[in-house]
């Protein structure tokens, strides 16, 4: 992809579902053949194993913008 991302939207985070064991994943540009569309942020049950939720992102690398999707360590 040639064409940058637009910026980031400004979300409101909601409250949890539940007290504990969710994480918010913020929302983010995806790419749909022709245009970036807003793919809105979301709680998510943490999986076992698991402690945080790294975002999708973009990466500009040589020129091209890439897509890193979301995801737990």
């Keep these: 992809m040639v064409v940058r991302p637009p910026e980031l939207q400004v979300e409101t985070v909601p409250a949890p579902p539940a007290a504990a064991g969710y ?3 913020p929302g983010h540009w995806r790419w ?13 049950l943490i999986p076992a194993g698991y402690s945080a939720w790294v975002p999708a992102h973009w990466d500009e690398r040589g020129g091209q ?7 737990w360590r």
């Design 32 to 44: 749909n053949g022709a245009q970036y569309v807003w793919w809105p942020g979301r709680y998510e």
């Design 65 to 71: 913008w890439v897509f890193v999707p979301g995801h």
């Design 23 to 25: 994480a918010w994943q």
